[in-house]
């Protein structure tokens, strides 16, 4: 399903929305609602709107449990840390028990912090990773999302649930969930916005019957439940019919059916 939206903005008030509404209901059916957050730029006005009211006070924060789809192996305190960005936009300002908040910890050796995140995964959900209710994911202009680049072999794994990324041009090592993990989520949304990812969008939506080749194809949750949370520029390059949509776009989402 894409869902179409004017501005940034627009696209993360409906996720804050989207994430208060998805975790009353979890908390309201079996007392927790378990997220996994993204890194990158573009979710973070959307953890600051969960931070402030009214959505920080329609969430029932003691009953939220936090993981990382992934993080870079940097130190706690270093900017490019995907956890730090989460605790400065929306964390340190919530009521949030921090032993429910699960960073991915592999800034001295990222392979034993790739083991230590799958063993609490597997400890957490199932050994197929069942469980999450929402996963937040970004995508790169090489159809990269997470830490899953092209033709990394962590695309192929089927029994790791987390595991470690070293991509040959990547500045940094890095940890994330694989696919394994991420198909096993209850709903997947993905926020994309900006003309620069408007080529790589209509790329990775093209054809989602056939094989996957780039990353984020190979995100199909088993449930079948996947957002795409789109603004304007990003959808541009969409084909015509779709492109339509978003040139009679209001303020209000259009739906339309990707798989
Ligand atoms: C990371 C991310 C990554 C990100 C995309 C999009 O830690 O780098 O998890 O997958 O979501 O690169 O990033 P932007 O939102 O900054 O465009």
């Known amino acids: 399903m894409i869902r179409l939206y004017d501005d940034p903005d627009a696209v993360s008030r409906a996720a804050a929305d989207y994430f208060m509404r998805q975790a009353r209901r979890a908390v309201e059916a079996r007392g927790r609602f378990s997220v996994a957050l993204s890194g990158g ?8 709107l969960l931070a402030q009211p009214p959505r920080r006070d329609g969430i029932s924060w003691p009953h939220i449990h936090v993981y990382w789809g992934d993080e870079r192996c940097v130190a706690p305190d270093d900017e490019r840390s995907n956890a730090l960005m989460a605790r400065r936009s929306l964390l340190d300002y919530v009521p949030v028990v921090w032993d429910h908040v699960h960073p991915i910890r592999c800034e001295g050796d990222p392979n034993t912090g790739a083991l230590r995140y799958d063993e609490l ?18 995508l790169g202009r090489d159809g990269h999302t997470a830490s899953l680049f092209p033709h990394s072999p962590v695309l192929a794994e089927k029994e790791r649930l987390a595991a470690e990324v070293s991509t040959a041009g990547q500045q940094m090592r890095r940890v994330t969930m694989t696919p394994q993990m991420i198909n096993a989520a209850g709903v997947v949304v993905f926020l994309v916005t900006g003309a620069e990812k408007a080529s790589i969008l209509s790329t990775v939506l093209a054809d989602r019957s056939g094989p996957a080749k780039l990353p984020a194809q190979f995100i199909r949750p088993h449930s079948g439940r996947i957002i795409w949370m789109v603004d304007r520029a990003a959808a541009a390059h969409l084909p015509p019919d779709r492109k339509r949509s978003t040139e009679a776009g209001t303020h209000a989402p259009r739906k339309i059916k990707t798989q």
């Open 121 to 138: 995964l597997r400890e957490r959900f199932s050994d197929r990773g069942a469980g999450l209710d929402l996963v937040f994911l970004g």
């Open 41 to 48: 730029r573009t979710p973070r006005r959307t953890y600051e």
